[in-house]
């Protein structure tokens, strides 16, 4: 589905990305894990362009995306739905108008239909009463599965999560990786860059550490934790675990 060849970074002369290389299959669920300053929300953002990569090739089913131009951009985001660590809702609209104004004006949905759905999906986040609430009405958490609701809205083909519990209060955390495991379960490809240990092991077929703008380990997630074999993983690991 996603081959990335070569990734390069660069800010000005800070060498963000060194040349990264790895695949991403269709229903799978991948972790990048790593020090804080290793590349990893870099490279997140790379993938659907909001970053535009130095060099290198990521190709999305046989394209390489890091060519396109203009609305193709936009084409590929919406097949590339992206969670970030703040909520980025529209504050000054309510939970629905969130969800719908996206699937209205860029994929042309009816607002009956749009609204239908967006109920539908947050029913199966708990939230079908909040339909009417306001940003400011809501929990970190809450907000945090409204967003995930919103990129669900545009029928994405992959799920990109930058951190999405990193802003959140420690009993908050729960309920959106809750959400995030059903996903996971219901067969959505998955690219996630956590610091939660538990759901990389438990949950993610595959686990990549990234350190300093290169990958480290890459391999299913059982044997990445219970067999790390760079010492700087190893390191890593006794720190957060």
């Known amino acids: 589905m996603l081959k990335v060849v070569d990734l390069q970074k660069k800010f000005h002369k800070l060498e963000v990305l060194k040349g990264i290389s790895t695949t991403f299959h269709e229903n799978e669920v991948v972790s990048i894990i790593g020090p804080s300053g290793g590349g990893k929300s870099t490279f997140l953002r790379c993938l659907n362009l909001l970053e535009q990569p130095t060099s290198g090739q990521i190709l999305f089913d046989g394209t390489d995306i ?27 609209m309510d939970v629905m108008h969130n969800l719908t104004a996206a699937p209205v004006r860029i994929k042309g949905m009816s607002q009956s239909d749009a609204q239908e759905k ?30 995930i609701v919103r990129s669900l809205m545009m029928d994405p083909e992959v799920m990109l999560f930058d951190e999405p519990t990193s802003a959140l209060d420690p009993e908050m955390i729960g309920e959106v990786l809750d959400v995030m495991k059903d996903l ?9 860059v956590t ?22 380990e890459d391999k299913p997630s059982h044997e990445l ?11 890593f690991l006794n720190k957060v675990l």
């Open 184 to 192: 996971a379960e219901s067969g959505m490809t998955m690219i996630v």
């Open 66 to 92: 890091c060519t396109i131009k203009g609305k193709a951009i936009d084409h590929c985001r919406q097949r590339m739905g992206m969670v970030f660590q703040q909520f980025n809702l529209f504050s000054n």
């Open 118 to 147: 967006a109920l539908e999906l947050l029913a199966k986040v708990g939230l079908a009463d909040r339909a009417d609430a306001y940003p400011s009405q809501l929990s970190g958490g809450q907000k945090q599965r409204i967003a």
């Open 225 to 235: 934790f219970s067999h790390p074999e760079s010492p700087r993983l190893v390191t």
């Open 195 to 216: 610091h939660e240990m538990r759901f990389a092991r438990e949950v993610s077929s595959r686990t990549i550490f990234l350190d300093g703008g290169v990958i480290g």
